[in-house]
């Protein structure tokens, strides 16, 4: 914990293994990591090292096979699937590779649908917030198709941040992006840390798109083996060479 205040998610021990027996794989073994409330963390390391596994078990997706999770001081261990599912869709926001937009709603309604479907309604001074913030005001009457993939992801972060989370995961957000969209998105990101007071976790492969955090956790194995405060391309570069 940092100076007495609860983490927006924490892990303790956490162990992840997929099947049993011989075919049994290891993809956590015994992480435990706390994510400050209001940073930005990038998850790295090698391709099956274990970072999509633990965004999904930090996100109440997939539950540990060992150990601990809790996201605002609300712990996950034991929760059914629908419980879970309550969890995420008033403590988390999403943000993937892909968008998931859905094609027949307006981008104002794809924002607004986590509430829609959790019966709440959208707080239009909020919405209104977000929209603008994040520049896409003049374009919440288009669908996704009428929209280029930046504007579609900026369209997820709306979404990802409309029912105020406790925390936002982001998936390779980046990774269907050319260059300069994906920089405006990193930018985004930023923003919504710096100016939102929110608390953002990005797993990428791109050290370029970890250098917008505050800091870098490295995985190798299902390990967590190395942190990097402040980082730099360069300083993220040399840790995803880190080995224990």
């Not at 709440?120 to 520049?135: F, H």
């Not at 990005?202 to 798109?209: C, G, L």
Request: hydrophobic residues 40%; contains cysteine; neutral net charge.
């Amino acid at each position: 914990m940092n100076g007495g205040i609860e983490p927006a998610v924490r892990l303790d021990g956490v162990g992840k293994v997929y099947g049993t027996g011989a075919s049994a794989v290891t993809a956590l073994r015994d992480v435990s990591y706390s994510f400050a409330r209001g940073s930005f963390t990038g998850v790295m390391g090698q391709s099956g090292s274990g970072k999509t596994t633990l965004l999904q078990c930090a996100a109440g997706l997939t539950q540990p096979t060992s150990g601990s999770v809790s996201v605002g001081g609300a712990d996950l261990t034991g929760l059914t699937e629908a419980e879970l599912s309550t969890m995420r869709r008033e403590r988390a926001g999403f943000v993937f590779q892909a968008f998931n937009l859905l094609p027949a709603l307006t981008a104002r309604e794809n924002i607004e649908l986590p509430l829609r479907l959790a019966g709440r309604r959208a707080d239009p001074g909020w919405v209104a917030e977000l929209v603008k913030r994040t520049g896409i005001a003049d374009h919440v009457h288009r669908r996704p198709h009428e929209l280029s993939g930046g504007q579609q992801q900026r369209v997820a972060i709306c979404r990802a941040l409309v029912a105020r989370p406790e925390v936002v995961f982001a998936d390779e957000p980046t990774g269907n992006l050319d260059t300069r969209s994906g920089q405006e998105i990193l930018a985004l990101l930023r923003l919504v840390v710096d100016a939102l007071r929110q608390t953002v976790i990005m797993v990428t492969h791109d050290p370029a798109a970890a250098s917008h955090a505050d800091r870098v956790l490295f995985l190798s194995d299902g390990q967590a083996v190395n942190v990097v405060e402040d980082p730099t391309t360069e300083t993220i570069v040399a840790g995803l060479g880190t080995r224990r």
